[in-house]
């Protein structure tokens, strides 16, 4: 379905059946030999949305061996890349002393439950109120607990989230630790700028943020029309292409610098290589320069 202004979903349609099937990812991952990340929930909340192409998913049924797509080791490493990104990210930024943590877009992220957070940290979720509330009761029932101090801010993106989350217990004046993973493409790029501004009026000095560097290669008609490819391989009646807005955009590395933060882009050839993976050269061919960027904003002067 495409999308419409002011459209609305829970984890069973549209942008929100995504963050299932990421999670199915997280979930096959997860099971596999010596693996590189364990999302001990993951699976459990993909059974409980009940989207049966999302369970055979977690369960490797669409695996197909030399798919640049679907092969299951590419899949696992493809998620685990991209998971410990994010999970490095927050605990580097827990280490540092920053106690104050957001998610955007937080869909069937289970961080807040699963890593290793200081003692004290306060964390944000924020995401359509169906979601979370989905999510919450889910994990309750599974006996699940958070390990940080857990706020959930059931607000659309599209409307006044930053009051939503100061209005939830946010301090403005602290350090932040924000990530926005795998939400940019789903967002038209004037909402992408005006979501980054919010961030940089909401983040203290010494605040961080981590997201994934698009390349425009990312933006073409010939990526979209393989990852509608694959979105459709793998059973789903959701095609990923009439969820993204592709066409220009700035970059957000060329966005965050004029304001104030230092931007690092790590390549997903790099990301791959540090944890001692082969890129595949089909997805760089599709991907372009893509990877994975982090910001730190500095103080004023």
Sequence with gaps: ?????????????????????VAASRALASKQTDPLITDPYADALVRAVGLEHSIRLADGEVCVE???MLDRQRMCEQIAVRTRFFDDFFLAAGAAGIGQAVILAAGLDTRAYRLAWPAGTVVFEVDQPAVLEFKTRTLADLGATPAAELHTVPVDLRDDWPKALRDNGFDPAVPTAWIAEGLLIYL??????RLLDNITVLSAPGSRLATEHMDAAMLTEKWTERVSQWSKKVGSDVDLKDLFYSGERTAVRDHLTPQ????????????????????PEELADLAGDSGYLSATLKASN
Excluded: I, K
């Design 188 to 193: 038209p790029p004037e909402a992408q700028d």
């Design 66 to 68: 030399g798919d640049v």
């Design 260 to 279: 104030g933060w230092n931007v690092t882009v790590q390549s997903s050839r790099a990301a791959y290589e540090s944890h001692g993976f082969d890129f």
């Design 1 to 21: 379905m495409t999308r419409t202004e002011g459209d609305s979903w829970d984890l069973a349609t549209s942008v929100g059946a995504t963050a299932t099937g």
